[in-house]
């Protein structure tokens, strides 16, 4: 890898990783493209890794908000008349987490080898359009954030784990189920920004604990703290885009983008254009 792929891949991560559009499936794309074996343990490591770049650009975009929750949360464990809405939202966060952690951790041999098939990409970004396109059009949107229980965190925290298919989107899959529970628009956002924190710095932990001489070896430390760099600023704007877009419009237009990606991407394969792995 050179650093003018490292970047590109970075700004593709950036752009993607909260726009319900599956940012995992448009790297394993990119990286085929640039004659990358898409399974194998430093990419698969790279791709992980780069993620937290992203993660760091929603800690600002949030900070307002965390630094009012987490004191909040922690005042709350040791005083019974502080637990009031911040400390619930937090022990949310945290429950809503946990499925995504038991289910990486379960099946991380099968994320990172079966599922890295563009087959896979390309059947989930057209079979989860049909979801979102479902939730996008029932949801009441009564609900706000002040409304926010455990139980919803826990059930958007579990179909978060359908993310771990390339293709599906972490920001599809939370903000579907969120609809679904009948948020607005934009506190499903802002929970899918949340949910993904924890998530998403425990998978980049993980991979550097058990990728790190594959990454020495392969991609390299430099490109890949080059890519995370390039995540951080691209995805700090793609955030901001993204809540002001959403306080506006429907998820229309990303729905319509993952049936043509998704479409596109199988008259490749089946054409033999691209190689699935």
Not at 90 to 109: E, K, N, R, S
Not at 219 to 228: C, M, P, R
Request: aromatic share 12%; net charge negative; charged share 15%.
């Amino acid at each position: 890898m050179n650093i003018v792929e490292a970047v590109l891949l970075g700004a593709v991560e950036g752009f993607t990783e909260f726009l319900p559009i599956s940012s995992t499936g448009h790297l394993t794309i990119v990286e085929k493209l640039l004659g990358y074996e898409i399974d194998s343990p430093d990419i698969t490591a790279f791709t992980a890794i780069i993620q937290s770049g992203a993660v760091f650009a929603t800690l600002i975009f949030l900070w307002k908000d965390i630094v009012r929750i987490v004191p909040a949360w922690f005042k709350g464990l040791f005083s019974k008349a502080a637990r009031e809405q911040d400390y619930r939202f937090g022990w949310a966060v945290i429950i809503g987490t946990i499925p995504i952690g038991i289910v990486g951790l379960t099946f991380q041999d099968t994320i990172e080898t079966t599922l890295r098939s563009l087959w896979f990409v390309a059947g989930a970004l057209i079979l989860w359009s049909g979801v979102m396109a479902f939730a996008d059009h029932a949801a009441t949107q009564v609900r706000h954030e002040g409304d926010t229980t455990w139980k919803d965190t826990l059930i958007i925290g579990t179909a978060q784990c359908l993310a771990l298919i390339p293709g599906v989107s972490r920001s599809g899959a939370t903000m579907s189920a969120g609809l679904l529970r009948d948020f607005d628009r934009v506190t499903v956002t802002k929970l899918s920004f949340f949910l993904s924190v924890p998530a998403l710095f425990g998978a980049t932990i993980l991979q550097i604990h058990d990728e790190a001489p594959q990454i020495s070896a392969g991609v390299g430390w430099v490109n890949t703290i080059t890519a995370t760099v390039v995540s951080f600023i691209v995805g700090y704007f793609a955030v901001s885009w993204l809540l002001k877009y959403i306080s506006k419009h429907s998820y229309s237009i990303f729905i319509a983008y993952r049936v043509v990606l998704g479409s596109l991407l199988i008259v490749l394969l089946a054409t033999g254009a691209i190689e699935p792995k």
